[in-house]
């Protein structure tokens, strides 16, 4: 049986990003997200829908996302659904939560908010960089020494 987990979210910072790194070294930022649905209901009344993920950056990609991102923000996260299970301090009982690992992100807005907004890139730099994005999965298909169509001969400028 073959398994896919993959998730692609689009939404807004619900806080800043909280970054702190491991014993050994390795950044890790959480963040929250909040995905907005709107729909109309048959009667034709306007209704929204708020739902709320955490997400866990690692790396490289938890510094980039802590530096240029705040809270209301959008960003496009794109990762994997993970299940987190613990013992209740209080009551003893089980607790579980669905979050998501981010693998890869695109910002989705400028960022340059004059008003209470995030921040735009610091001095001396003209944008944000984009994280990198992962490697594809088939080659290219080969090329036959040409980069596009064949020319046209009406085209020529003489």
């Known amino acids: 049986m073959a398994n896919f987990n993959k998730v692609i979210l689009a939404g807004n910072l619900t806080r800043d990003p909280e970054l702190r790194y491991t014993p050994k070294?390795?950044?890790?930022?959480?963040?929250?997200?909040?995905?907005?649905?709107?729909?109309?209901?048959?009667?034709?009344?306007?209704?929204?829908?708020?739902?709320?993920?955490?997400?866990?950056?690692?790396?490289?990609?938890?510094?980039?996302?802590?530096?240029?991102?705040?809270?209301?923000?959008?960003?496009?996260?794109e990762g994997r659904l993970k299940l987190d299970t613990w013992d209740d301090k209080q009551t003893g009982q089980k607790k579980s939560k669905l979050g998501v690992v981010l693998e890869s992100f695109s910002f989705l807005d400028s960022g340059n908010r004059t008003e209470g907004g995030a921040p735009s890139a610091p001095a001396g730099q003209s944008a944000?960089?984009?994280?990198?994005?992962?490697?594809?999965?088939?080659?290219?298909?080969?090329?036959?020494?040409?980069?596009?169509?064949?020319?046209?001969?009406?085209?020529?400028?003489?």
């Open 25 to 77: 070294g390795t950044a890790v930022a959480k963040l929250g997200l909040a995905l907005n649905r709107n729909w109309t209901t048959e009667t034709g009344e306007r209704r929204e829908e708020v739902t709320f993920v955490d997400v866990d950056a690692f790396g490289k990609q938890a510094e980039v996302i802590a530096q240029y991102l705040r809270k209301g923000r959008s960003l496009l996260v």
């Open 128 to 158: 944000a960089p984009r994280p990198a994005r992962p490697a594809p999965s088939a080659p290219p298909p080969a090329s036959d020494g040409m980069d596009g169509p064949p020319p046209d001969d009406d085209d020529v400028p003489f």
